[in-house]
């Protein structure tokens, strides 16, 4: 096993701070459990998370207001089971997607700000699967195209806009554990009871590769690495080892290399941003979260350090850095779901002077679609829309191709239209 590398780097000393009791949400009423998902999700605006009481109910919550939340919570209260997972729209902030236990899919927009009521109506609901719905993932380039996984071993890729499912991939033997779009939505990897990552293209209804991944029983994630023809796997030893595997997307044989985290029982929750190469590591009891910088060649990984809470997380997920704040050199921000609160965490550089740091911003994700559903349904790729960083030249960028994508007619289209209509 390779251990940890240390280097010298840029983000050497990115620190990672504790907030202020002023700057954390408390009252958080939610004793869900969700062994697959991350039990929580973020956009730039607002978070989510399942909450205490009957039918399945879930808040969304807006970052513009800390401090102790509500006892009576406008709730979205539309299930008929527990929420499994949550995931909001990447292309229109109040727009989420709610899995449930009761084997539905549903959308949801509400208005912006929050809800001033309970809604028990979504605006979209799938059926289709047959058992408990357990990890809900939009796809990063298409608008309106939305994966689900269930308990019944299928992938189901639906059109929202069209309420209907337009795809159903059926070849897991097993329980699927977990999935992940690639950067430019054309496949997605999933990562199965039976110990197999799989890549699959979605639109052929095929799997395009197989990898043989960790050998332990407990439950395991897998995570592309951006742009990078890699992609990430995390996982137990049969001796409940945690361990990080890298993989090459063209190589089925064997990983790259495997890293040996640490031993302990709860599932390590793998988060990469692919603006700064920066893979997080936060797991479910852990009060810590781990940071590599990633690299194209042997070790793949370099250790930087890690930030450590001051009590156990039963939830973690990552918030979109469009939303970061340059003026201190934020460059990444998650929020922690702890017992009765949510924390929210900033990852900074410390660096002098005031100017805006380039080299630490490069474009990011614009969260406007580059695809409309029709267009990527009939084979169109196209890389994810970016903006610029620097608060005096926010422009969209067009998409540009890289030559390892595949390019179709009409991959230039789709705009930023929202997910429903």
């Not at 620190?15 to 202020?20: I, K, L, Q, T």
Request: with cysteine; proline share 6%.
């Amino acid at each position: 096993m390779k251990k940890f590398i240390v280097r010298s780097s840029k983000f050497r000393h990115v620190f990672g701070r504790d907030p202020r009791i002023e700057e954390k949400f408390e009252n958080i009423q939610s004793m869900a459990s969700a062994p697959d998902s991350n039990l929580c999700d973020a956009n730039s605006k607002y978070f989510a998370l399942p909450w205490r009481g009957g039918g399945g109910p879930f808040i969304v919550w807006p970052f513009s207001k800390p401090g102790r939340l509500p006892q009576d919570m406008n709730l979205f209260s539309g299930h008929g089971g527990a929420v499994m997972d949550l995931h909001f729209s990447p292309f229109i902030d109040e727009c989420i997607a709610s899995a449930s236990d009761d084997t539905t899919v549903k959308v949801w927009t509400f208005p912006e700000g929050g809800l001033t009521s309970s809604m028990e109506t979504s605006t979209v609901t799938l059926s289709g699967h047959h058992k408990k719905v357990i990890v809900l993932r939009w796809n990063p380039v298409a608008n309106n195209i939305l994966a689900s996984v269930s308990y019944d071993n299928t992938v189901r890729v639906w059109d929202v806009e069209a309420a209907k499912e337009r795809m159903c991939f059926s070849d897991h033997p097993d329980a699927i554990q977990s999935l992940d779009w690639n950067y430019n939505g054309s496949l997605y990897a999933t990562y199965c009871k039976d110990k197999l990552a799989r890549l699959v293209d979605p639109r052929n209804n095929a799997v395009a590769a197989t990898f043989a991944g960790h050998q332990g029983t407990k439950g395991a994630r897998v995570s592309f690495l951006g742009d990078r023809p890699m992609f990430v796997t995390v996982g137990f030893s049969k001796q409940s080892e945690r361990q990080l595997f890298f993989w090459d997307l063209r190589n089925e044989s064997k990983p790259l290399s495997e890293v040996q985290i640490d031993i302990a029982s709860g599932a390590l929750l793998p988060f990469y941003d692919a603006d700064t190469s920066l893979l997080y590591l936060g797991g479910k009891g852990d009060t810590n979260i781990r940071y590599f910088e990633i690299d194209d060649a042997e070790p793949y990984q370099y250790f930087l350090t890690q930030f450590q809470g001051k009590g156990p997380q039963r939830g973690l997920c990552m918030v979109p850095r469009k939303a970061l704040d340059v003026e201190v050199n934020e460059v990444a921000r998650f929020v922690r779901l702890t017992q009765n609160a949510m924390e929210p965490v900033s990852f900074t550089v410390p660096r002098k002077g005031d100017q805006f740091q380039e080299d630490l911003y490069p474009d990011t994700f614009a969260g406007r679609a580059a695809l409309g559903s029709e267009e990527w349904l009939g084979g169109a790729n196209a890389n994810p829309r970016l903006v610029g960083m620097n608060p005096s030249d926010p422009t969209v960028r067009q998409v540009v191709l890289g030559d390892s994508q595949e390019v179709s007619n009409g991959a230039g289209g789709g705009g930023g239209s929202a997910p429903l209509s």
